[in-house]
Nanobody, 115 residues
Protein backbone atom coordinates (compact mmCIF):
# COMPACT_ATOMS: atom_id res chain seq x y z
CA UNK A 1 0.00 0.00 0.00
CA UNK A 2 1.24 3.46 -0.94
CA UNK A 3 -0.02 6.71 0.53
CA UNK A 4 0.28 10.03 -1.31
CA UNK A 5 0.00 13.42 0.35
CA UNK A 6 -0.21 16.59 -1.72
CA UNK A 7 0.54 20.12 -0.59
CA UNK A 8 0.99 23.56 -2.07
CA UNK A 9 -2.43 24.40 -3.40
CA UNK A 10 -4.15 27.70 -2.72
CA UNK A 11 -5.54 30.90 -4.13
CA UNK A 12 -3.49 32.95 -6.57
CA UNK A 13 -4.14 35.75 -9.03
CA UNK A 14 -3.95 35.16 -12.75
CA UNK A 15 -0.35 35.31 -13.90
CA UNK A 16 0.92 34.05 -10.59
CA UNK A 17 2.70 30.84 -9.63
CA UNK A 18 2.23 27.89 -7.32
CA UNK A 19 4.31 24.81 -6.61
CA UNK A 20 2.58 21.56 -5.75
CA UNK A 21 4.35 18.73 -3.96
CA UNK A 22 3.35 15.11 -3.47
CA UNK A 23 5.15 12.72 -1.14
CA UNK A 24 4.71 8.95 -1.37
CA UNK A 25 5.09 6.70 1.66
CA UNK A 26 4.16 3.18 2.74
CA UNK A 27 5.12 -0.14 1.23
CA UNK A 28 7.78 1.24 -1.02
CA UNK A 29 8.07 -0.91 -4.06
CA UNK A 30 9.67 0.83 -6.99
CA UNK A 31 7.50 3.67 -8.21
CA UNK A 32 7.38 3.95 -11.98
CA UNK A 33 5.52 6.96 -13.36
CA UNK A 34 4.34 9.79 -11.13
CA UNK A 35 2.12 12.60 -12.24
CA UNK A 36 -0.74 14.99 -11.79
CA UNK A 37 -4.33 15.07 -12.93
CA UNK A 38 -6.89 17.76 -12.27
CA UNK A 39 -10.65 17.83 -12.04
CA UNK A 40 -13.31 20.51 -12.21
CA UNK A 41 -16.76 19.70 -10.78
CA UNK A 42 -18.95 18.18 -13.46
CA UNK A 43 -16.03 17.33 -15.74
CA UNK A 44 -13.79 14.33 -16.20
CA UNK A 45 -10.44 14.17 -14.51
CA UNK A 46 -7.74 15.15 -17.01
CA UNK A 47 -4.04 14.46 -17.18
CA UNK A 48 -1.86 17.50 -16.54
CA UNK A 49 1.62 16.00 -16.65
CA UNK A 50 3.57 12.88 -15.79
CA UNK A 51 7.20 11.93 -15.38
CA UNK A 52 8.82 8.53 -15.67
CA UNK A 53 11.29 7.18 -13.17
CA UNK A 54 14.03 8.03 -15.64
CA UNK A 55 12.87 11.63 -15.96
CA UNK A 56 10.98 11.64 -19.25
CA UNK A 57 8.13 14.13 -19.07
CA UNK A 58 4.82 14.58 -20.82
CA UNK A 59 2.39 17.52 -20.61
CA UNK A 60 -1.14 18.33 -21.62
CA UNK A 61 -1.17 20.86 -24.46
CA UNK A 62 -3.01 23.35 -22.24
CA UNK A 63 -0.10 23.60 -19.79
CA UNK A 64 2.94 23.22 -22.04
CA UNK A 65 5.40 26.04 -21.53
CA UNK A 66 3.78 27.07 -18.25
CA UNK A 67 4.01 24.01 -15.97
CA UNK A 68 7.08 21.95 -15.13
CA UNK A 69 6.99 18.52 -13.51
CA UNK A 70 9.97 17.10 -11.66
CA UNK A 71 10.67 14.36 -9.14
CA UNK A 72 13.15 13.33 -6.49
CA UNK A 73 13.33 9.54 -6.49
CA UNK A 74 15.32 9.46 -3.25
CA UNK A 75 12.49 11.34 -1.52
CA UNK A 76 9.65 9.63 -3.43
CA UNK A 77 8.36 13.10 -4.22
CA UNK A 78 6.92 14.66 -7.35
CA UNK A 79 6.56 18.40 -7.90
CA UNK A 80 4.50 20.55 -10.24
CA UNK A 81 5.72 24.10 -10.77
CA UNK A 82 2.86 26.12 -12.21
CA UNK A 83 3.65 29.52 -13.73
CA UNK A 84 1.54 32.03 -15.65
CA UNK A 85 -1.56 30.59 -14.08
CA UNK A 86 -4.92 31.21 -15.73
CA UNK A 87 -8.45 31.09 -14.29
CA UNK A 88 -9.08 27.97 -16.36
CA UNK A 89 -6.37 26.19 -14.34
CA UNK A 90 -8.72 26.29 -11.35
CA UNK A 91 -9.35 22.69 -10.26
CA UNK A 92 -8.59 20.07 -7.67
CA UNK A 93 -5.17 18.63 -8.48
CA UNK A 94 -4.49 14.97 -7.73
CA UNK A 95 -1.11 13.32 -7.79
CA UNK A 96 -0.70 9.66 -8.62
CA UNK A 97 2.00 7.03 -8.47
CA UNK A 98 2.21 3.96 -10.65
CA UNK A 99 3.46 0.92 -8.77
CA UNK A 100 2.61 -1.90 -11.16
CA UNK A 101 0.03 -3.25 -11.33
CA UNK A 102 -1.59 -0.57 -9.14
CA UNK A 103 -2.14 3.17 -9.38
CA UNK A 104 -2.35 5.14 -6.16
CA UNK A 105 -3.92 8.57 -5.77
CA UNK A 106 -3.57 11.43 -3.36
CA UNK A 107 -6.52 13.15 -1.71
CA UNK A 108 -6.29 16.23 -3.91
CA UNK A 109 -5.37 19.86 -3.36
CA UNK A 110 -7.43 22.81 -4.49
CA UNK A 111 -5.91 25.38 -6.84
CA UNK A 112 -7.96 28.52 -7.44
CA UNK A 113 -6.84 31.20 -9.89
CA UNK A 114 -8.70 34.50 -9.72
CA UNK A 115 -9.01 36.83 -12.69
Amino acid sequence: QVQLVESGGGLVQAGGSLRLSCVASGSMFTINDMGWHRQVPGKQRELVAFITRGGTTNYADSVKGRFTISRDNAKNTVYLQMNSLKPEDTAVYYCYALVPPNIYWGQGTQVTVSS
